[in-house]
């Protein structure tokens, strides 16, 4: 869990299409993890699935949905060691070398 979204969210969708892993997604709408469908962890903004997101290590130098955010809503969560999201960024991608 490295990244949330607040409510401070506008749900406009900046963010979605910015992330590596595929860890956002819009308010009410399911998400994928480990091949499952899980019930969508906010119905009221755009939310990220803690397990999938790595704080952009491995792709881009900083969180990029922080970085397109237009109202500051991309927020640290927890704080995780590198190696801990290095190990899962190659768990997401392991045809990718790091
Ligand atoms: Fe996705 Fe990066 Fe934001 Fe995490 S910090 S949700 S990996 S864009």
Do not use: W
Request: aromatic share 8%; with cysteine; net charge negative.
């Amino acid at each position: 869990m490295s990244f949330k979204i607040t409510d401070e969210c506008i749900n406009c969708g900046a963010c979605q299409p910015e992330c590596p892993n595929e860890a956002i997604y819009p308010s009410g709408e399911d998400f994928e993890f480990n091949g499952k469908t899980n019930p969508a962890l906010s119905q009221d903004f755009s939310y990220i699935v803690p397990e999938k997101c790595t704080e952009c290590v491995g792709f881009h130098d900083e969180p990029m949905c922080a970085s397109v955010c237009p109202t500051d809503a991309c927020v640290k969560d927890k704080e995780e060691s590198k190696d801990t999201l290095l190990a899962r960024a190659k768990a997401l991608h392991p045809d990718k070398s790091f």
